[in-house]
């Protein structure tokens, strides 16, 4: 270590002065393109997750003609449905939702929730996005290349991934499981970022218990992302050693169409506890930021605090820790030790209980509200009635014997797409319309934004409530058609049908979002500051929409927690975070101040 | 019109259609044909009981978006814990899970416990196709290993295995199964993940090349029963199918007395007269193939 004694003349200047203008961006390269502001750096993962799950959607809308329709469309093959599949469902679950929960609103609202200036390593963060735009395009790539995308499934199970009874086995598993690893690369180095910067950077009196209930769903979700990820990035690594250089981790001895390969001795259940000690994490990865989201929009437009703020917090926590010893409930029926059943049965039907809590809690903060049904306020809603389906599907799942009939089969299906598929999406939706004003200063067009509501969610309930029974009649997933067979009466067909044409429609109010979305930038009624009247942060900051740096000259400081809506004796029915004690009533307050840009007292 | 209580209706609407819906489906499982009636009165307890809350919930919801939607004057109630209802809330959601678990796990406890009078079969995936066989005479299943399979010994059978001669090898026909017999299914692949799925048995196990994998029941109706594969396993997946008959004793004893044993089989293949064991790839491989899918 070398010593540095700053003499009088070379003293550094005071931090509140320069620092920020130290590292503002000079030019448009650095302001847009290689930016450092989390904000921007939100934007930016957003649009690139938005893209590429648009390719997803399409991806699905393939899928559905040929189940409904499975002799109309030439062009599908058995093994073009399989490679649909397995993008549709990577995209969705890691390149869409954890890349937009994370990297989007963990960018762009944990620095301004906690009164930070901006993560904690801002060119970190930087690179974060440009190795997760790499890893989007390595996997975009894999449509290219001979043989097209691997068609393994989103599990990706050895042995069949890479063997050559599956399409892209290849070269699309190669690029799969690269773009995975450096997928993994780009989110640590952003995960890094957000848990030091939620434990380090809190700006004064933003204690943890009072930080919005969204930094907490982040916070720990990212958590739980940097110790499961890690599981399937050796998983990653391992098969691609396998594929490449013929090692054996997961390879046992195989005979494959007649023919005796050159593996032996591994074993194909390592890599399915590696996936799903990774993969069930997930899933808590994709929905504690949305249990986070929901449960500040439904504070907010019911104008009532968070009912049991503390359980609340516990709970996250509690399910975080859980998610870890759960894992095997999705192997049941894979072969491995039947007694691991009675464990993890247990621990999946404990996880239920915190979970109920949250349910109950969000609810019981619509009672006695005053409840506003804006259309965040319906999103939080119809997430709630999709949440708790499929929650409660998971109850089914979660007990093996009953797994045992409806595991791989439709049923499963309908299960995760309802909890983790259209649950989380709702709530990104709510989310996007009420913190697109923060974004752009712009509201999104309300009757757009009402027929997107009313489609995707009775749609989506359309789809896929129906689709569970499919699953009870016994119809495997991951069939490209299901061609003759006794037990499957001709009205199946018809429910294929059906749910085909209500995707298509659902599908297409996406689009209509879409165009919602680029219209109300130029075009949207202006906002005005904070026009959901909320107390977080995020809303109060000097500049509408919030500039780099965040917070002008200084910093907030946070008297109260972030629900204080509807508080008795106070004139206004929320009380900003920053709101000093001594200002809560209007006889003190600055009487020349916005209203609800109240500034904290000098 | 009041928007609480358009919301309120629809989501009245949402959790009685629901309801409506389960009890009007006409897709609902198939008719049992095993032992495994516990499977379907666990479903039925878990529908009872998160039914009711899903149900419950939804309408309180209804219920307060109707009741406290937004009005000119009105103000919420500043609430921030009720210890007490939480508590509560807790302790019931426990209860009712537990009412799951329980019985849950009991029946687990069966679904793996074999009973000692079981009978043993085998069944073999590969890409795409079942292949099945019985221990013979001497009742107990030859030794195999993958390194022995071959063109002339596909189920790769150890061939100094006395007790491997008089096993009896089905491929390219039906598995047939005795009423009122419990079996234990013994599960082999030689390439990939595979799935033995039979809807009316309600009972599956993955099948995992390097592994032998199991479980039993006893299949408690006559009948004709189509085989699915329930693990994704190549593009050939939805296409490999098969058929259990289900008989009574003698007609079963009669067929099994038709079926060629590995000491048969060898022979036939030694002299050169034998064609049974061209493994016949399923429809969807040969398409592919032609596709060019497959390498
Ligand atoms: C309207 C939107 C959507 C439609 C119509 C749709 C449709 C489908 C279909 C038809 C399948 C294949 C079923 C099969 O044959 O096994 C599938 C699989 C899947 N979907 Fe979606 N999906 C949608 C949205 C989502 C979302 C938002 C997610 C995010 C979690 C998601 C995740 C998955 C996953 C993980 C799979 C499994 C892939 C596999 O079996 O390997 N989907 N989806
Ligand atoms: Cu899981
Ligand atoms: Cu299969």
New binding site residues.
């Given amino acids: 270590m070398a010593f540095f004694v700053p003499t009088e003349a070379e003293h550094v200047a005071p931090a509140e002065v320069a620092d920020v203008e130290l590292y503002h961006p000079k030019s448009w390269w650095t302001r847009y393109i290689f930016c450092q502001d989390a904000k921007v750096i939100a934007i930016q993962y957003a649009i690139t997750a938005g893209a590429i799950g648009l390719v997803a959607?399409v991806l699905?809308w393939l899928?559905?003609l040929q189940?409904g329709f499975p002799d109309s469309f030439s062009f599908i093959d058995p093994g073009d449905y399989l490679q649909f599949?397995?993008m549709?469902?990577m995209i969705?679950?890691i390149y869409l939702?954890t890349a937009l929960f994370l990297g989007g609103f963990g960018n762009y609202l944990i620095p301004l929730m906690v009164g930070a200036r901006d993560m904690v390593f801002p060119y970190v963060n930087m690179l974060s996005y440009w190795v997760y735009l790499l890893a989007v395009l390595v996997l975009v790539a894999s449509f290219f290349v001979p043989g097209g995308p691997t068609g393994a499934?989103?599990?990706l199970y050895p042995p069949q991934a890479i063997l050559s009874g599956t399409p892209g086995a290849e070269w699309g598993i190669i690029l799969m499981l690269v773009s995975l690893a450096l997928f993994i690369v780009g989110f640590t180095m952003g995960g890094l970022n957000y848990v030091v910067t939620v434990l380090q950077a809190r700006t004064r009196g933003m204690t943890l218990l009072r930080m919005p209930l969204t930094v907490w769903g982040i916070f720990v979700a990212t958590i739980l992302a940097l110790l499961a990820f890690p599981a399937l990035f050796v998983g990653a690594v391992m098969m691609l050693l396998d594929r490449i250089l013929e090692t054996s981790f997961f390879m046992p001895a195989i005979v494959e169409m007649g023919e005796q390969l050159n593996y032996a001795g591994g074993n194909p259940l390592l890599f399915q506890h590696l996936f799903w000690f990774f993969g069930h994490p997930e899933v808590y990865i994709v929905a504690l930021p949305g249990f986070g989201i929901v449960s500040d929009l439904i504070s907010t437009h019911a104008r009532r605090n968070i009912f049991g703020y503390r359980m609340m917090v516990w709970a996250i926590v509690a399910i975080g820790a859980l998610s870890f010893l759960v894992w095997a409930h999705h192997m049941y029926v894979s072969g491995m030790n039947p007694w691991f059943g009675f464990f993890f049965a247990t621990t999946t039907l404990v996880i239920a209980v915190p979970t109920a809590i949250k349910v109950y809690n969000w609810v019981l903060t619509l009672w006695r509200g005053d409840i506003h049904l804006t259309l965040p306020m319906l999103f939080a809603i119809a997430f709630i009635v999709t949440f708790v389906n499929g929650g409660i599907t998971g109850l089914f799942l979660g007990n093996p014997v009953v797994d045992v009939p409806l595991s791989d089969t439709m049923f499963v299906?309908a299960h995760?797409?309802m909890v983790?598929?259209v649950a989380p999406?709702l709530v990104i939706f709510g989310a996007i319309y009420h913190w697109y004003p923060l974004v752009t200063g712009r509201m999104l067009n309300e009757t757009l934004g009402k027929f997107h509501f009313w489609v995707t969610f009775l749609g989506?309930y359309l789809?896929y409530f129906p689709m569970h029974y499919l699953g009870f009649l016994g119809v495997p997933?991951?069939?490209f058609e299901m061609g003759e067979t006794d037990f499957i009466p001709q009205s199946a067909q018809t429910l294929n049908e059906f749910i085909t044409v209500v995707?298509l429609i659902?599908?297409f109010a996406q689009l209509v979002f879409l165009f919602n979305l680029v219209w109300s930038a130029y075009k949207g009624r202006v906002s005005g500051r904070n026009p959901w009247r909320a107390t977080t942060l995020e809303w109060q900051t000097p500049d509408f929409p919030p500039r780099h740096g965040n917070w002008g000259p200084t910093q907030p400081v946070v008297y109260r927690w972030a629900y204080d809506y509807s508080v008795p004796g106070a004139d206004q029915d929320f009380l900003p975070q920053n709101l000093a004690p001594d200002q809560v009533t209007a006889d003190n307050r600055h009487k020349d101040l916005p209203d609800g840009a109240v500034q904290p007292a000098e | 019109m009041n928007k609480g209580l358009v919301v309120g209706l629809v989501l009245v609407l949402v959790a009685v259609g629901s309801v409506v819906f389960h009890f009007l489906s006409p897709w609902w499982w198939t008719p049992l044909a095993s032992n495994w009636g516990y499977i379907d009165d666990m479903i039925i307890i878990t529908f009872w009981i998160t039914g009711v809350v899903f149900v419950a919930i939804i309408l309180f919801m209804a219920y307060c978006v109707f009741r406290y939607s937004h009005k000119e004057g009105r103000r919420a109630a500043y609430e921030p814990e009720n210890k007490k209802m939480e508590w509560w809330l807790t302790g019931l959601t426990t209860v009712g899970v537990v009412g799951m678990l329980a019985p849950g796990v009991l029946v687990w406890g069966q679904f793996i416990t074999v009973p000692e009078e079981a009978s043993v079969i085998e069944v073999v995936g590969q890409q795409w196709q079942w292949s099945f066989r019985y221990p013979g005479k001497d009742g107990v299943l030859g030794t195999s290993d993958p390194q022995n399979i071959s063109f002339e010994n596909p189920f790769g059978l150890n061939p100094n295995d006395p007790n491997g001669q008089d096993d009896i090898l089905i491929e390219g026909d039906d598995l047939h199964l005795p009423l009122d017999r419990p079996v234990k299914v013994l599960l082999r692949s030689k390439d990939v993940l595979h799935d033995f799925y039979v809807p009316q048995f309600r009972a599956k196990m993955d099948m995992v090349p390097g592994m032998v994998t199991y479980f039993w029941f006893t299949p408690t109706r006559v009948g004709t029963f189509e085989i699915l594969c329930a693990e994704l396993c190549g593009v050939g997946h939805y296409a490999m199918r098969g058929y259990v008959v289900v008989e009574e004793e003698s007609a079963y004893q009669e067929w099994l007395q038709e079926q060629p044993t590995f000491a048969q089989l060898s022979g036939e293949a030694r002299n050169g007269t034998g064609d049974v064991l061209n493994p016949v790839l399923s429809e969807a491989a040969a398409d592919s193939a032609e596709r060019g899918s497959v390498q």
């Fill in positions: 959607l699905s899928m559905r189940l599949i397995t549709h469902g969705m679950v939702l499934g989103w599990t299906v995760f797409h983790m598929g999406i989506a789809i997933r991951r069939y995707a659902v599908g």
